[in-house]
């Protein structure tokens, strides 16, 4: 027990001293030696739980995503229908991105890098597949329940997750051109108001007179 705690607080120091060195010099210039020397580790216990620079990075990710699914499936739980859900994930989602400011622009860098390495594309590319499956299966939830009416969940799906996606990478290359938590939100509340069967729904997912 006493080694396996060793083990996994060495995994831990190794990946939090990652996060800050892709945060200060970015992907492409952090090399493993100084992930070593501010995790204060050896490379032989870096390689014995990281094969590599880039499964490293990807367990970051995974991370990441997971915080935000847990924001996910909690906003869910709470909500009373499948449009005030996806309307209270909006400002969910932002918190996660809040805190996540730093990693955004070293993903979009990875992202760049691993272009060129399809298994590490494939890596990549599953957690937006994934979203999509979970939006899918959500608003086909909707539908049944008689709150969303869609043609298509999967499309729709698909169009959610590119709006976050662009809002999100035009908020890393221009971060003051908008107020883009707010333009997000908007976004789903204009989305939404129009798939709903019945009365719309306010910006903290209340029920409300369409006009």
């Known amino acids: 027990m006493a080694n396996q705690a060793r083990s ?21 210039a952090t090399g493993v030696a100084e992930i070593c020397a501010r995790a204060e580790v050896s490379k032989g216990a870096f390689y014995h739980h990281f094969p590599s620079k880039q499964t490293l990075f990807l367990d970051l990710l995974e991370g990441w995503l997971t915080e935000l699914t847990e924001t996910l499936s909690q906003t869910r739980s709470r909500a009373e229908s499948v449009p005030q859900a996806l309307k209270a994930m909006a400002p969910r989602i932002r918190e996660v991105f809040r805190r996540g400011d730093r990693q955004l622009p070293i993903f979009l860098e990875f992202l760049n890098k691993a272009s060129r390495d399809p298994a590490i594309w494939q890596a990549t590319i599953a957690p937006y597949r994934r979203y999509h499956g979970y939006f899918a299966a959500l608003i086909e939830e909707g539908v049944k329940e008689g709150s969303l009416r869609v043609a298509n969940p999967k499309h729709l799906a698909q169009i959610l997750v590119s709006l976050a996606v662009g809002v999100v990478l035009q908020a890393v290359l221009d971060p003051y051109g908008a107020d883009w938590e707010k333009l997000i939100q908007e976004g789903m509340d204009l989305l939404f108001d129009g798939l709903t069967t019945g009365p719309s729904l306010d910006a903290d997912g209340r029920r409300s007179s369409k006009q």
């Open 8 to 28: 996994e607080e060495t995994r831990r120091r190794i990946l939090q001293a990652a996060e800050e060195s892709f945060a200060r010099r970015g992907y492409d």
